[in-house]
């Protein structure tokens, strides 16, 4: 079972949250995480655990490996968990709406083509001791999941102007030795700055993004999808979706080959994700009202489009 990791020194303790980190396919932590932020991400109501079994089993997801799945979030200190008679109740820990709400942020706007870009990269090169490995691979990965790639070991680069969130980054995981800045690709000598990455790796996984989800606008425009079939079709769009920043930098257009098809899926996922939002809180409302009554008008949801989490 996962445990929460330990802290640093001079590290923020939210940075230690160990959330499960997406993957390519479905996972019940994956999915329950996607759908309790989906709906319950500012707010800080207690969930008995038999509203998000019934949500749960609505996603094709058994009793038991929900049970399993929402222990297995509260030991990495994702979820907090408490008892109330004989039923236990989840949240969001405040720890992690912290860093929900900033993935979010990232997410509702990746691979939006419209953002420009001044032509400069950011740089950063850091040092962290090998006795501080746990600290060293967490920090990576956040680098990862901002669109930093690995010019070499400990020099990583990204088109985006990151330098003032990238400091914060910094004294919040405890690095201290470290130097960023901002430079153009024109000025190196050697190994350029796109070679951090191969674009043809991460350009296919978005067309069996595009063919499992589109099919399911031409029913959204025709008013055919039921409630329940929102729920799941939207939890598992998003849950999907999530993934690509791990392995996409969301490299700027003016990077890229013609007709990239990131466009195209996050077209899909905008119109779709957005589309299916009213079915779906009504179907999360249905279940809230026949398992958990107290909690009703607890949720809500947020456009992706907006982007504003």
């Known amino acids: 079972m996962s445990k929460l990791r330990v802290p640093g020194p001079g590290m923020d303790p939210d940075m230690a949250i160990d959330f499960p980190r997406p993957l390519k396919g479905p996972s019940s932590q994956h999915q329950l995480m996607t759908l309790l932020v989906d709906y319950w991400v500012n707010s800080d109501a207690w969930l008995p655990s038999r509203l998000i079994g019934a949500l749960a089993a609505d996603l094709g997801i058994t009793a038991s490996a929900s049970a399993t799945a929402l222990s297995r979030l509260a030991s990495r200190g994702v979820l907090e968990q408490s008892s109330a008679g004989r039923s236990s109740r989840y949240r969001i820990t405040e720890g992690a709406r912290k860093r929900v709400r900033s993935g979010l942020a990232q997410v509702s706007v990746f691979g939006e083509q419209s953002r420009p870009w001044d032509g400069s990269w950011t740089v950063i090169a850091f040092s962290i001791p090998e006795t501080s490995r746990d600290v060293r691979e967490l920090f990576r990965s956040r ?157 809500s949801v947020m456009p992706v489009r907006s982007g504003s989490y």
């Open 143 to 299: 680098l990862r999941w901002r669109g930093f790639a690995p010019l070499f070991g400990a020099v990583w680069v990204s088109p985006q102007d990151h330098s003032e969130e990238l400091e914060s980054t910094c004294k919040a995981f405890g690095v201290d030795d470290f130097a960023i800045f901002r430079t153009a690709d024109s000025t190196l000598r050697g190994k350029r700055f796109i070679d951090a990455w191969s674009p043809q790796e991460f350009r296919a996984q978005y067309q069996p993004f595009i063919d499992r989800f589109a099919p399911w606008l031409e029913r959204l425009d025709a008013g055919t999808v039921t409630p329940a079939e929102a729920l799941r079709v939207r939890t598992e769009l998003m849950d999907a979706w999530r993934a690509f920043p791990w392995s996409d930098p969301d490299l700027p257009a003016e990077l890229l080959p013609e007709a990239w098809p990131r466009t195209e899926a996050r077209e899909v996922l905008v119109r779709l994700y957005d589309g299916l939002a009213p079915a779906a809180l009504e179907h999360v409302e249905e279940a809230v009202a026949r398992e958990a009554p107290d909690l009703a008008g607890s949720a």
